[in-house]
């Protein structure tokens, strides 16, 4: 391991023209290694960018001009290139095969790391498949960053998988959950009624989580396993909702891929939030999932037609979204004993021009498969799709369709069944 202070990092001299460069998602991004990258530019023209969902500003058009852009997720900050990117559209539960077979490729880590006692490194607020990217790079750049927790499980990085290490920088990019609007918490209210005292629960980021969480913290003895988790489990922990204590499987522990949150978050994993930091192939898995007792998972989209087919990644003709961990988890919910999927979203667009519910996708990305869908939620109550026949799941999603739109689907149903 090669040992340089941050201003004498020179990124072309580990660098080979060609190359895809990655790092980790959300707050696992390096600051200090992504803005030396920028800055560096002119001397990397010819290299690829390797992103999933970013929680930064360091990708912008301009930089089109210099590198390649390969995306795994279009949120958050990669919406800004990602009409510019190569789409790759991967269940994340498959991403570290993906990496370890060289179906992806990745040349170039960026990573950063917390210094542990025992010698070896921690990645601290992510895991999911950032170790098989480290498996796979030809050079692993990291960032000693002392601010990080120092999480082990999935998160720990060995000594010997370092190529550079650069000394140092505390920056972390922080994702302070947003604040949920009315009408969002009349959604979380939905599916907060179909969740159970004692059950399991996976969460995302964004408005929507945030709700269900707020609507659930009268609840008692959940448990968490999910693929990140953000500022919003602290809150179920501390108003006695969240205990881990029924979950069939790691009891007493929140299972997560990712800390998308902030400080509040990282101080509540180190000070007693047992939390076990674990890779995709774990977090994702329906092996683990039928383990795991009354599982509900908890996600959402960008639209659904009346058959039951899930558009999550594209609205008004841009990639916003991703496959992400979706299928992944829809499908878990279903193998867990007792465990439900739900899907859950607002009606109409906030501007209420557009219904979510649509007759047809008319050729926009299918995430999830109208065979894997169970339940539908809106503002207006749940749709059980799972084992419908399609004019049956054309009435229950209309019923809980925006009233503004509800004639014009009935309409549009009728005509494509005459």
Not at 10 to 30: N, S
Not at 45 to 50: E, I, P, Q, S, Y
Not at 202 to 230: D, F
Request: proline share 5%; glycine share 10%.
């Amino acid at each position: 391991m090669k040992t340089l202070p941050l201003d004498q990092l020179r990124l072309a001299d580990h660098l080979r023209p060609g190359d895809v460069v990655g790092w980790p998602q959300g707050p696992g991004e390096p600051p200090a290694l992504t803005r030396a990258l920028i800055a560096q530019r002119e001397d990397l023209r010819g290299c690829a960018l390797l992103f999933g969902l970013t929680a930064s500003d360091t990708l912008q058009p301009a930089l089109g001009e210099y590198f390649r852009f390969h995306a795994l997720n279009g949120a958050g900050g990669s919406r800004r290139v990602s009409a510019m990117a190569e789409i790759h559209p991967c269940h994340v539960g498959t991403l570290p095969m993906l990496f370890r077979s060289g179906a992806l490729r990745v040349d170039a880590m960026l990573i950063q790391v917390a210094r542990l006692a025992d010698g070896r490194y921690s990645l601290g607020v992510i895991a999911d498949f950032t170790a098989a990217m480290i498996g796979q790079a030809r050079v692993v750049i990291a960032l000693l960053n002392p601010a990080l927790p120092p999480l082990d499980g999935d998160a720990i990085v060995d000594a010997d998988d370092i190529d550079v290490l650069v000394e140092q920088d505390d920056r972390i990019f922080e994702m302070p959950d947003p604040e949920p609007s009315a009408l969002d918490m009349k959604v979380a209210e939905q599916v907060a009624n179909l969740i159970p005292d004692r059950a399991t629960i996976q969460l995302g980021i964004g408005t929507l989580p945030v709700a269900v969480a707020k609507a659930l913290v009268h609840h008692r003895g959940l448990g968490v396993h999910s693929g990140v988790v953000s500022d919003l489990l602290v809150e179920l922990a501390e108003r006695g909702a969240l205990t881990n204590a029924h979950k069939g499987i790691d009891a007493g522990a929140t299972v997560t891929g990712g800390l998308f949150g902030t400080r509040r978050l990282r101080d509540f994993a180190v000070h007693g939030g047992a939390i076990s930091m674990r890779s995709a192939d774990y977090t994702h898995s329906i092996e683990v999932a039928a383990r795991l007792s009354r599982f509900h998972t908890i996600n959402s989209a960008v639209e659904i037609d009346l058959s039951g087919q899930v558009n999550s990644e594209v609205a008004g003709g841009r990639y916003l979204g991703a496959v992400g961990g979706q299928v992944d988890f829809v499908r878990a919910g279903l193998a867990s004993p007792g465990g439900r999927s739900i899907l859950a979203f607002t009606a109409a667009t906030p501007d209420g021009r557009h219904s979510r519910i649509v007759a047809s996708l008319d050729g926009r990305p299918v995430t999830t498969a109208r065979s894997d869908v169970d339940v539908i939620v809106t503002e207006y109550g749940a749709a059980h799709l799972r084992g419908c026949g399609l004019r049956e799941r054309a009435r229950r999603l209309i019923a809980i369709a925006h009233p503004d739109h509800r004639d014009a689907l009935k309409h549009a149903f009728e005509r494509g069944a005459a």
